[in-house]
């Protein structure tokens, strides 16, 4: 089985992923620089990614690895979710949304596809585990945080 560092840099393969960034963003009609600020955005993306996988290749690094790639899949996500969030409130607002919005949520569930697919299920669980123990640490911040500031 690869390594997690070797999937992830399989995912972010620029080449791909600006390809497809590039179709999607050619489905709607948006101005030729508007299509490319997508393009730039995914492949910064993907830098992220590649970034975290050659920074932490070593077996050794791995449950760091996991960590730092459940912040990033969270990010993608709540990034996600927001765009879909502004274009069904503008749709049932004004019966259309911005397509700019419409693009950035499609690369963004496009890039979450691309990591939750070609994760192993191991992967995906481990995934899955270190954003949530992520998430039950900032709860526990925020508790601390609010019970410190109400003395």
């Known amino acids: 089985m690869p390594t997690l560092a070797a999937q992830l840099i399989h995912i972010a393969d620029a080449a791909v992923i600006a390809t497809d960034t590039r179709a999607i963003a050619e489905s709607l009609e948006l101005p030729a620089d508007v299509r490319a600020q997508v393009v730039d955005d995914a492949m910064?993306?993907?830098?992220?990614?590649?970034?975290?996988?050659?920074?932490?290749?070593?077996?050794?690094?791995?449950?760091?690895?996991y960590r730092s790639l459940a912040a990033l899949w969270l990010e993608l996500r709540f990034?996600?979710?927001?765009?879909?969030?502004?274009?069904?409130?503008?749709?049932?607002?004004?019966?259309?949304?911005?397509?700019?919005?419409?693009?950035?949520?499609?690369?963004?569930?496009?890039?979450?596809?691309?990591?939750?697919?070609?994760?192993?299920?191991?992967?995906?669980?481990?995934?899955?585990?270190?954003?949530?123990?992520?998430?039950?640490?900032l709860r526990t911040d925020v508790e601390h945080a609010r019970v410190s500031s109400a003395d």
């Open 44 to 65: 910064r993306l993907c830098n992220d990614i590649t970034s975290l996988a050659e920074a932490m290749g070593e077996d050794e690094d791995e449950p760091e690895l």
């Open 79 to 137: 990034e996600w979710q927001r765009h879909n969030l502004v274009a069904n409130y503008d749709t049932m607002r004004t019966g259309t949304c911005a397509p700019l919005i419409m693009v950035r949520a499609s690369v963004a569930s496009y890039v979450l596809d691309r990591i939750e697919a070609l994760l192993a299920q191991e992967h995906r669980e481990r995934l899955g585990d270190s954003a949530v123990d992520m998430l039950d640490a």
